[in-house]
């Protein structure tokens, strides 16, 4: 009986460090959420507005050419992946990578992580990848989002990969987080718009012409669509993180108490029998 109290005794000190590591990381996940969920819904209206403008290009020109707006030459696509750097975020890695493997399937494809556990998965799985210079996604910075843009359209001109396709979580709401796929390149609907606004021509008057401004622009808006997924994942993360870590502490208090009344009662029952004892001895004398 006192080994089993003893081992239940250690047990309940083993959770409470658990506890206090899981609320700690709870009370940090927190402190950084409102910062980087600040900061998404800030970045949103960038690449929207810039997106309106590539449309607006486009539909005001009836000899509008660009390879960005081409059908694709290639039927490769590279993945931009931006996961998190570390794990203890409930299923967020896990539901993107799950989000990948269904949009990719059957397809010939390439990679771009950024973040660590995009570039192990990319390992794992044996996925050729683009580059791996931007593995950790807590210390990407607007520039090396154009940096990645620049790369990327690059390669895309090149004719490397004729897609380029963003997976990334979207955050929804501070319970609630959406992993997707969505196109970056190339800009189909473009002609679409234009086919169906009829060529509505403005009094904008491009220099040297529109095709190599619409050029100039698309870097500039696959990096800021880049760091608007970037931004939104790490809002996600976090907000992932914090319920997670919520969640454990609440077990392990749980736990905490359960193992509490049970060592309770294994000591009451050790006193109970030692006192029968006593008096059995007692009354034998």
């Given at each position: 009986m006192a080994a089993n109290m003893k081992a239940v005794k250690l047990r309940i000190k083993s959770v409470q460090s658990t506890m206090q590591i899981t609320k700690a990381m709870e009370l940090v996940a927190s402190s950084k959420l409102r910062k980087a969920k600040e900061r998404a819904e800030t970045c949103r209206p960038y690449f929207k507005e810039l997106h309106q403008t590539l449309k607006d290009i486009a539909a005001g020109n009836t000899d509008f050419t660009s390879v960005y707006v081409k059908e694709a030459a290639s039927d490769k696509t590279c993945y931009v992946v931006v996961a998190g750097d570390r794990g203890l975020a409930g299923g967020y890695n896990a539901n993107l990578f799950k989000c990948l493997e269904a949009d990719s399937a059957g397809k010939d494809f390439l990679?771009?992580?950024i973040g660590k556990k995009a570039v192990e998965y990319a390992h794992r799985k044996g996925y050729e990848c683009l580059t791996e210079e931007f593995a950790e996604v807590a210390e990407i910075s607007v520039a090396d989002c154009?940096?990645?843009?620049?790369?990327?359209?690059?390669?895309?001109r090149k004719g490397t990969f004729g897609h380029i396709d963003l997976c990334y979580t979207t955050f929804v709401s501070m319970l609630s987080q959406q992993p997707g796929v969505i196109s970056a390149l190339p800009i189909v609907d473009l002609k679409e718009d234009s086919q169906e606004e009829k060529a509505v021509r403005n009094l904008i008057l491009y220099e040297p012409d529109a095709a190599e401004v619409f050029d100039a622009i698309v870097p500039e808006y696959l990096g800021g669509l880049i760091y608007g997924s970037v931004c939104e994942s790490l809002a996600s993360e976090l907000a992932a993180r914090r319920m997670a870590m919520e969640a454990a502490t609440s077990n392990a208090e749980?736990?905490?108490?359960?193992?509490?009344l049970y060592y309770n009662r294994a000591r009451q029952a050790s006193i109970t029998q030692e006192i029968t004892e006593i008096v059995a001895g007692a009354e034998g004398i």
């Open positions: 990679v771009l992580p154009y940096e990645m843009a620049n790369l990327l359209c690059e390669e895309f749980e736990m905490i108490g359960k193992l509490n």
